[in-house]
């Protein structure tokens, strides 16, 4: 199976990729699709995004819980199994479509078991979405709506590799956990600056400097979070020397793919 622009598949060396990809199949990131139904829930198997994103959700007392992180294809579905358990530690729901690599269980934790690169890289993942989940808990205690809208839609609009996707004030408002007429006044409040456009259902950044002006610093603490526990997506140093940027890579991706660079990811 040919490789793919998920960065940490891009990040092993050639044979490790080959390997690992061999051991994948391409499957559809279904927007509402639920990936991981409960906390506690056991994980079957591990997505690499390659397009679209995958919210992470924490429930309290039952309901319908807030989005703690984000995953796209700067990272995984399933990062608890390389720490040695089997049980998920969030809800997990597709938010924007696309397509992703899935491997089993068992053969991934083979794989992890002969290969101490893997091992090694995805260690480095688990510590960053660490990192990236405690500065979501402090963003939603300290800053206000409007900036946390900013860099959600950021978040999204990295991952979505184009600058409109479908959405809905009131699942933008369960992701954020606030009610969905504050996130109306909050949108309406960047569009009426020029900065983003809604129209029956579809967002479009209009401005994204404007859009990073008006985030928290959240948004850049997440980027420099990857950027110092994984370095710029797609590179990679070893034997075979300094990796090429995914988007100079002309390898095949799951059908209905795009090859677009955007910004470093964040969780």
């Known amino acids: 199976m040919a490789e793919a622009e998920n960065h940490l598949i891009a990040a092993l060396a050639r044979s490790d990729r080959k390997r690992l990809l061999a051991l994948c199949e391409p499957v559809p990131l279904v927007p509402s699709e639920v990936l991981l139904r409960d906390a506690g829930a056991p994980t079957s198997s591990v997505l690499f995004p390659v397009r679209g994103f995958i919210s992470l959700i924490t ?15 700067e990272g995984m579905l399933g990062v608890q199994l390389v720490l040695g358990v089997t049980a998920a530690p969030v809800r997990a729901v597709v938010q924007g479509p696309g397509q992703a690599w899935r491997i089993g269980r068992a053969p991934f934790l083979r794989e992890l078991a002969r290969n101490p690169a893997l091992q090694r890289l995805l260690d480095r993942y688990a510590y960053v979405l660490m990192r990236q989940w405690a500065i979501a808990s402090a963003c939603q205690r300290y800053h206000d709506l409007g900036s946390r809208l900013a860099r959600w839609l950021l978040m999204c609009h990295d991952r979505a590799q184009a600058d409109r996707f479908r959405v809905t004030h009131e699942g933008i408002a369960a992701m954020l956990g606030v009610r969905r007429v504050g996130v109306t006044v909050a949108a309406g409040a960047l569009q009426a600056r020029g900065i983003i456009r809604y129209h029956r259902g579809e967002l479009s950044v209009l401005d994204r400097s404007a859009l990073e002006a008006h985030a928290c610093s959240c948004y850049g603490a997440d980027r420099l979070a990857y950027r110092e526990g994984m370095g710029e997506p797609g590179e990679r140093k070893g034997r075979e020397g300094p990796r090429r940027r995914p988007d100079r890579d002309h390898a095949a991706l799951p059908a209905g793919s795009k090859r677009v660079y955007t910004p470093l990811m964040t969780a």
């Open 59 to 73: 429930q309290v007392d039952h309901g319908d819980g807030v989005e703690v992180g984000m995953v796209g294809r």
